[in-house]
Structure formats: C-alpha cells, structure tokens
C-alpha cells in the first residue's frame, strides 16, 4: 500500500497550496479554541506572548485564503475574452462550490437557529441565507461566525471577470504597481469615510493582489529563470517575515495595520508554494495532507456549528477532563466530519449541480 504521503499525480498543478488550506484552517479553528472561556484559553495564556501572538493570530488566515481565492481563480479562469456563455459557467462553478455546503451549516445550526430568541429573526436568517453577513457589521447572533468571509468572496467573484482581463497581461513594472495599489486600498477606503462593516470591500485588496501574484507566477514561468523547484527561495522569507510581524506587531509603529503589512507576503509564500521545492513544499504536496487541504472549506465552515454541539454534548459531560484534550477530540471530530463532507456532500452536490445547470446550455451549443 502506498504511503499517504506519496507522491501525487503531476495532474495537480499547485499541490502545495491546496495543503496550505488544511493549515490555514486549522489555524482559524485554534483563533476561536483560544477565545474568552473556550477549551484552550487557560493552555493559551501559559505561552510566551510571541508564541501566543501566532497561536491567537488565526484570524489572519482569512486573509491569506483571500489571496489565495484570488490566485487559484486567476490561473482556472483568467482569459482575456469573456463570452455570455463563459461567464454563466464560470458563475454556476463558483455557485457550486460555495453553498451546498453552506446550506447544511445551517442545517446543523437548526436547532440552535430556533431556540434563539434574537429581535427580528426572520431578518438576520434572510442575511445568513443571502449571505450578506460581510456588509452588515456585528450581528447580534453567531450561529456561524466565519460565514462573513464568504460575503466577500461572493462579492470578489462577480469583479473576477473585470480584474482578469484588466490584470492578465500586466508587465513586470505593472506587476509591482498593482501590488502597491491594492494594497493602497484600505487606506483609502477610510479616508473616504467607507464604513468598516462593509468588509468586502476592505478585502478586495486581498484578493487583487491573489491576482496579481498569479500573474507574476506567469512572468516568473515564462522568463525562462530556473526557479520551478526552488520556490523555497520565495516562501521560506515570506513565512518567516509574516511570523515575526504576527508574533511581534509593535515594529509596525502605526504606520501600516498588520493586515496591509501581510499582504504582500501571502502572495511571496503562494507564488513560492506554486514553484515548488524545499521541506514545506513537499510536506504540503503529500496526498493525506492535500485530501484535507481539498477539505479544508468543509472543517472552516463548519467548525462552529459543530463547537455548538460538541458545547451542548460533551463538556459537561465530561468537566474532569482538560481543556486541551477535549480541544484535540473536538479537532479530530471536526476533521473526521470534514473528511466525510468533503466525499460523500461538497464534491457530489458540486458535481451534480454542474452537470445539472450547465446541461441545457450545453445542449444548445
């Protein structure tokens, strides 16, 4: 039997980077474990606060899927030419990808959902099923908090046909404006007094700059430069400058906000992963890591409902047991769901409402 970790097919273009989901993602998972009174706050606070800075920092992850978002689009779907027929399977891909299953986080939150006794409830399950979180600010509930994040991912991928063929064919000196730009954007947003609950529109710098990475990818394959294999030499400064600003946010004196700051190195560590080589590169490559990696949405966006039930069910079942080990019993159940999700939910309903939306317009062609 082969090993998990052998190998994958060459039809897998950028390996590496769909195994850096499954560590952004639990990243996120570890932020919420170590929130006020949850299972790994009391373990958390006995960290040096560096180290505790990192651990707590998985917010940060959202913007690195972000780039990311914006850089596996760019190199699936970039064209220079986009036709009525293009765009609608283009839209239905990202449709299916997205929210099957989103729909069943809230059907694991059901329960929840109806014994909440919230003021305008109809209202804010209208929000949740339009997923319109992303520009409405604090909400009075947390049924499922991360779903924010996908509001500006909707939103980033009704612009992805504008951004593709304004960006696809940039030059080196565009490359490095546009980058700048970008990340320009935030700053400018509030000098114009945009609210900040309208959070798609202060992350559009994020997965711009995914775009523009892709695009250096292509500048960096094409220059004919023997870096495939050597992306270490990229990724290896970009993890380790991310980590010190994280673990040490005090450098940045007010001058840029930590997520500015990031922002350019997320898009150094995914064009390094994409180029291949080094310790990471091929850890991130092995299949078990990329099959969770191809998990990953499934264990971000259900992990908190999830912790609802494991809240409701076991803890006070089980108050004599540390909080860590109850965290890593509730990691691995969150894993072992995702895992199932992923193979027998995400990837059929994907395919069926592929086959199923795009069929007549394919008979017609």
């Not at 809230?106 to 909440?116: D, G, K, Q, R, T």
């Not at 006794?117 to 997923?131: F, W």
């Not at 997520?259 to 590169?281: E, K, M, T």
Request: aromatic letters at 12%; one cysteine or more.
């Amino acid at each position: 039997m082969p090993s998990p970790c052998a190998p994958l097919a060459k039809r897998l273009h950028f390996p590496a980077l769909t195994g850096l989901r499954f560590l952004l993602a639990l990243w996120v998972i570890l932020h919420h474990l170590t929130g006020r009174g949850m299972m790994l706050e009391a373990w958390s606070l006995t960290l040096p606060l560096e180290l505790a800075n990192i651990v707590r920092g998985g917010y940060l992850a959202v913007g690195t899927f972000f780039v990311l978002s914006g850089f596996v689009l760019a190199r699936a779907h970039a064209s220079p030419e986009w036709s009525g027929a293009s765009l609608f399977r283009y839209g239905v891909s990202r449709f299916a990808r997205v929210y099957p299953v989103y729909v069943l986080s809230l059907a694991v939150m059901l329960p929840f959902i109806f014994e909440s006794r919230v003021a305008g409830k109809s209202g804010l399950l209208t929000n949740y099923g339009l997923l319109l979180q992303g520009w409405s600010g604090l909400m009075p509930v947390s049924w499922n908090t991360p779903a924010w994040s996908l509001s500006c991912e909707i939103f980033f991928y009704l612009c992805f046909p504008f951004f593709a063929i304004a960006l696809g064919r940039l030059r080196w000196t565009s490359v490095l404006a546009a980058t700048v730009v970008a990340c320009l954007i935030p700053g400018v947003l509030r000098m114009l007094s945009v609210p900040n609950a309208w959070k798609p529109l202060f992350h559009l710098s994020d997965f711009v700059v995914g775009i523009v990475a892709a695009r250096a990818l292509d500048l960096l394959l094409r220059s004919g430069n023997p870096l495939t294999g050597r992306g270490h030499w990229f990724y290896v400064p970009g993890l380790a400058s991310g980590a010190t600003l994280i673990a040490y946010p005090g450098v940045l004196g007010g001058i840029i906000n930590l997520n500015s700051a990031l922002r350019p190195l997320n898009a150094l560590v995914l064009v390094g992963l994409a180029l291949g080589g080094g310790l990471l590169a091929g850890g991130l490559s092995c299949r078990l890591i990329v099959f969770l990696g191809k998990a990953s949405y499934s264990m971000y966006i259900l992990h908190i409902p999830l912790l609802w039930w494991y809240l409701r069910l076991g803890p006070p079942l089980l108050t004599w047991i540390p909080g860590v080990v109850l965290a890593l019993v509730y990691l691995a159940w969150v894993v072992m769901v995702a895992a199932v999700v992923f193979r027998y939910v995400e990837e059929p309903a994907n395919r069926y409402l592929r086959q199923r939306m795009l069929a007549p317009s394919q008979a017609k062609a």
